[in-house]
């Protein structure tokens, strides 16, 4: 299992923008894909965005799409989610995660990945 380490978060306005990273240390990192989730209390963790580790490709929910940017940095194994144009629905609880080639989920679906952050809140008021 693949440490995540995650910085940045906190509490904005509407329109505002935030930057999470989250940092992976291990040897156990497979280097196909890492991901970020958000949960909200009662509801199911969804998928936000996630991006092949080597080509750098992002992909994202609906929800998200055109305001979110995920990026990376291979040489230290940093994942980056660029959050733009927040909106009060935004507000979650941001988790990231490392895929492992061994799970069976897929890439959106949270059994697709075994390494979890500890998460961070992000709070849009409105």
């Known amino acids: 299992q693949v440490q995540l380490v995650q910085t940045g978060g906190g509490s904005v306005q509407t329109g505002d923008s935030l930057r999470l990273s989250c940092a992976a240390s291990g040897q156990n990192f497979d280097g196909l894909a890492m991901g970020w989730f958000r949960q909200i209390p009662g509801r199911e963790r969804e998928f936000v965005a996630t991006?092949?580790?080597?080509?750098?490709?992002?992909y994202y929910a609906d929800s998200v799409k055109d305001r979110f940017m995920i990026t990376r940095d291979t040489a230290t194994t940093t994942m980056y989610l660029q959050m733009n144009n927040l909106k009060p629905e935004d507000t979650a609880v941001y988790y990231c995660a490392a895929k492992s080639l061994m799970m069976s989920g897929g890439l959106a679906e949270t059994n697709g990945y075994d390494s979890w952050g500890p998460g961070t809140q992000v709070t849009v008021s409105s």
């Open positions: 991006i092949a580790w080597t080509l750098g490709s992002g």
